[in-house]
């Protein structure tokens, strides 16, 4: 069975280790090198550009928007419930958000981490992340 890769980050990686041996089982872990300088201005262009038609999302975009800090931006994202959501509202979101609030909603997740189906959820944030970062960074 090929393993699964995890993009993670240096702090990242220290929270995957930390998990019992039975979760990190199945996981390939490569570290995220590239990184990005985002800035409240871009992801507010991002922001202004996507196209949500999901009434809870198209609220949290305008409280994103409005947030002094991307560690508030942040808050505003954590518990909230995403099920139900379109995958094209999903991929716009996360595009206008960025790698840098991602990467804040990751580690979190990496600590929190139970089981493979959590991992799950971490593996596709953390490959959207991968992606953004290639695209918006050069080698």
Do not use: N
């Given at each position: 069975m090929t393993q699964a890769i995890l993009w993670l980050t240096a702090t990242e990686q220290?929270?995957?280790?930390a998990l019992p041996p039975a979760v990190q089982d199945g996981w390939q872990v490569q570290p995220e090198t590239r990184t990005y300088e985002d800035t409240p201005?871009?992801?507010n262009i991002r922001l202004s550009m996507v196209r949500l038609h999901d009434p809870k999302l198209l609220a949290l975009r305008d409280k994103v928007q409005e947030a002094?800090?991307?560690d508030a931006a942040a808050a505003l994202l954590d518990g909230?419930?995403?099920e139900g959501?379109?995958?094209?509202?999903?991929?716009e979101l996360?595009?206008?958000l960025g790698p840098t609030l991602l990467?804040?909603?990751?580690?979190?997740?990496?600590?929190e981490a139970k089981s493979d189906d959590d991992l799950e959820g971490v593996a596709a944030l953390v490959t959207i992340r991968h992606s953004m970062l290639s695209a918006f960074?050069?080698?």
């Open positions: 220290a929270a995957f280790r201005e871009k992801r002094a800090s991307g909230m419930d995403l959501v379109a995958d094209d509202d999903l991929a996360f595009f206008a990467t804040r909603l990751i580690e979190p997740m990496v600590l960074t050069q080698p």
